[in-house]
């Protein structure tokens, strides 16, 4: 276990490494230069301009501010705005402030966004699913695999302002989204996000329910389950002990897969319903040609996916005793 999770760290900052020299270098094809921003475009003279630019630390080369940037995420750098610490994400280039801190201020709204979305559409698919299976071949079972078909071609972008429309605005049976920090109102914390947890897991909780069924169905074909059956067991134990335990294997490998979409959808959802979380940040930092804070909100997310795959690969011998790590 050891070596597989040391082997999977160093994959991880391999990965990290890549994704950050990417993203650097893709900035600069974007055709706007991020000191006028904060010069003024159309007032600025060019001495201005390249007085700016020092002072944004843009005015090196490409390469050179890639090393800076990297270096200052273990030893913190000095910049005109002030000292920034280790890990130092820099400046935004938008207000002069601690990238990093912007960061955390958004960070509860994403987090409550995707993990709530995360076990709303693992609760519900994982259910449908089981009743699905257990049922197979019943009016239940083809209304649930009918209803997932339908649901999982359906796209955030057009439910969404639907569901805000007529649950929110025209029959008012839930209160507007919004985000409300849970150590300050758990209730409101749960209304306001209510809404978009059921608009992001929409598609999800489609498609595993399907996925759940299919691998419950397959399970309950296998020689294990058959010779328990046999041997006189209870049908809720062979259905729970060897049948739903086995098919969970397949389950958690999509799950980690799905974690980087269901950032994406949450970036979708914070845009829908007006939440202010790291998918909007991100969107706001391309349009502003803001390189510090789309740095700092790429490799914060990447960094949440690569960690909790590590995690869901290490869970793999706790579901299956048969899977052997390294």
């Given at each position: 276990?050891?070596?597989?999770?040391?082997?999977?760290?160093?994959?991880?900052?391999?990965?990290?490494?890549?994704i950050?020299?990417?993203?650097?270098?893709l900035?600069?094809?974007i055709?706007?230069?991020p000191?006028?921003?904060?010069?003024?475009k159309?007032?600025?003279?060019?001495e201005q301009?390249?007085?700016?630019e020092?002072n944004l630390?843009?005015?090196?080369?490409v390469?050179q501010?890639?090393?800076?940037y990297?270096a200052g995420?273990?030893?913190?750098?000095?910049?005109?705005a002030g000292?920034?610490?280790?890990?130092?994400?820099?400046?935004?280039?938008?207000?002069?402030?601690?990238?990093?801190?912007t960061?955390?201020?958004?960070?509860?709204?994403?987090?409550?966004?995707?993990?709530g979305g995360?076990?709303?559409?693992?609760?519900?698919?994982?259910?449908f699913?089981m009743?699905?299976?257990?049922?197979?071949?019943?009016l239940l079972?083809k209304?649930?695999?009918?209803?997932?078909l339908?649901?999982?071609?359906?796209?955030?972008?057009?439910?969404g302002?639907?569901a805000?429309?007529v649950l929110?605005?025209?029959?008012?049976?839930?209160?507007?989204?919004?985000?409300?920090?849970?150590?300050?109102?758990?209730?409101?914390?749960?209304?306001?996000l209510?809404?978009?947890w059921?608009?992001l897991?929409?598609?999800?909780?489609?498609?595993?329910?399907?996925?759940?069924?299919?691998t419950?169905?397959e399970q309950?074909?296998?020689?294990?389950?058959?010779?328990?059956?046999?041997?006189?067991?209870?049908?809720?134990t062979?259905?729970f002990?060897?049948?739903?335990?086995?098919s969970?294997?397949?389950?958690?490998?999509?799950?980690?897969?799905?974690?980087?979409?269901?950032?994406g959808?949450a970036?979708?959802?914070?845009?829908?319903f007006?939440?202010?979380?790291?998918?909007r940040?991100?969107?706001?930092?391309?349009?502003q040609s803001n390189?510090p804070m789309l740095?700092g909100?790429?490799?914060f997310?990447?960094?949440?996916i690569?960690?909790?795959?590590i995690v869901?690969d290490a869970?793999y011998?706790?579901?299956?005793?048969?899977v052997?790590?390294?």
């Amino acid at each position: 276990m050891l070596r597989f999770i040391l082997r999977r760290t160093l994959g991880a900052i391999a990965i990290l490494l890549v994704i950050s020299a990417v993203t650097f270098f893709l900035f600069y094809a974007i055709p706007r230069n991020p000191a006028l921003l904060a010069c003024g475009k159309g007032v600025c003279t060019q001495e201005q301009l390249a007085v700016v630019e020092h002072n944004l630390g843009i005015d090196k080369p490409v390469p050179q501010q890639y090393i800076e940037y990297m270096a200052g995420l273990f030893t913190g750098r000095d910049f005109p705005a002030g000292s920034c610490p280790a890990p130092c994400l820099g400046f935004s280039f938008r207000d002069n402030r601690p990238v990093l801190d912007t960061i955390l201020d958004r960070l509860p709204t994403t987090v409550s966004l995707t993990v709530g979305g995360a076990l709303v559409f693992l609760v519900l698919g994982l259910a449908f699913g089981m009743l699905a299976a257990a049922r197979r071949g019943t009016l239940l079972d083809k209304t649930m695999s009918s209803t997932s078909l339908v649901l999982s071609s359906m796209q955030i972008y057009f439910l969404g302002p639907l569901a805000l429309a007529v649950l929110v605005h025209n029959t008012q049976l839930l209160p507007q989204p919004q985000y409300v920090p849970i150590s300050e109102d758990p209730w409101g914390w749960f209304q306001g996000l209510l809404l978009p947890w059921l608009v992001l897991s929409t598609i999800f909780t489609a498609n595993y329910t399907r996925m759940s069924r299919a691998t419950l169905i397959e399970q309950l074909q296998e020689d294990h389950v058959r010779t328990a059956k046999a041997k006189g067991m209870a049908p809720r134990t062979v259905f729970f002990r060897y049948a739903w335990r086995g098919s969970l294997i397949p389950i958690v490998t999509i799950f980690g897969i799905d974690l980087g979409a269901l950032f994406g959808g949450a970036m979708i959802t914070e845009y829908t319903f007006s939440l202010h979380g790291l998918g909007r940040l991100a969107v706001e930092s391309v349009t502003q040609s803001n390189l510090p804070m789309l740095m700092g909100v790429m490799l914060f997310a990447a960094l949440m996916i690569v960690l909790f795959n590590i995690v869901i690969d290490a869970c793999y011998a706790l579901i299956d005793p048969r899977v052997r790590l390294d």
